[in-house]
């Protein structure tokens, strides 16, 4: 069985800082990492995916996300935060060890993070 | 490219109706797949579809179902539903290929809100 946790409920941090979300993860094979982003009352926002290949994974607004194979982590990081990054984040796996056949994906339980003007 | 788009993005019901919920996904994607977001559970898989099959099924009960046309838009039906039933249901779309490549990122609709009354 897969899984995803993110230990921080909420982050807070200053308009001008870097900050980062944690996400650790258990799969039984090799995983396929996302980072979401939810606004009040929207869906989901594709942020970046890690399938293969460099560790640091660059996506959209200015977000990346650092994959760690020995400690099982996908921390998204961004180094200059600004106040409309405010929103819930999701970080979600998906075990190719399963086969082709398993699409799903596993979502941590979100992080609200606050940046702080 | 358009979007996901669910209808409606608001629907109350009343304990033992039955309700159906629609989505269009990206033009071109053949994979619809559908999330349960609540408060205390957190986003949960429901089911998805791939080429009017479902092909992957999540730890829900008989009374949650859909379904994939042709065009690929697919629709979730809940009958009898229940006070917990209340949360906000996700369509996501991906553009899979038939042999199941895991690599396909899922994007996500705008949610209909469900209040079970």
């Known amino acids: 069985a897969q899984s995803v946790a993110q230990p921080e409920d909420q982050v807070n941090v200053a308009e001008g800082n870097p900050l980062t979300v944690k996400c650790t993860y258990s799969?039984?094979?090799?995983?396929?990492l996302f980072w979401y982003v939810q606004y009040p009352n929207r869906g989901l926002q594709f942020l970046l995916k890690?399938?293969?290949?460099?560790?640091l994974v660059k996506g959209s607004y200015g977000f990346e996300a650092e994959f760690n194979k020995s400690q099982t982590s996908f921390h998204l990081k961004k180094p200059s935060a600004l106040v409309s990054d405010s929103a819930l984040y999701f970080c979600?796996?998906?075990?190719?060890?399963?086969?082709?056949?398993?699409?799903?994906?596993?979502f941590g339980k979100g992080t609200k993070l606050s940046v702080i003007p | 490219k358009a979007g996901v788009t669910q209808t409606p993005r608001y629907l109350i019901k009343t304990r033992g109706q039955q309700v159906t919920l629609s989505c269009s996904p990206i033009?071109?994607?053949?994979?619809v797949s559908w999330y349960q977001q609540t408060p205390g559970q957190g986003l949960q898989f429901l089911f998805e579809?791939?080429?009017?099959?479902?092909?992957n099924k999540g730890n829900f009960p008989g009374r949650f179902s859909g379904r994939q046309f042709s065009n690929s838009r697919s629709e979730m039906n809940v009958s009898t539903l229940e006070l917990g039933d209340s949360a906000l249901y996700l369509c996501?779309?991906?553009?899979?290929?038939?042999?199941?490549?895991?690599?396909?990122?899922?994007?996500f609709g705008p949610g209909t809100r469900l209040t079970v009354l």
């Open positions: 996501a779309s991906s553009d899979r290929l038939a042999g199941g490549s895991s690599t396909d990122t899922q994007y």
């Open positions: 799969v039984s094979g090799n995983p396929y």
């Open positions: 890690y399938i293969t290949g460099d560790n």
């Open positions: 979600a796996v998906r075990d190719i060890g399963s086969g082709a056949g398993s699409y799903q994906l596993t």
């Open positions: 033009s071109g994607h053949r994979s």
């Open positions: 579809y791939f080429s009017e099959t479902q092909r």
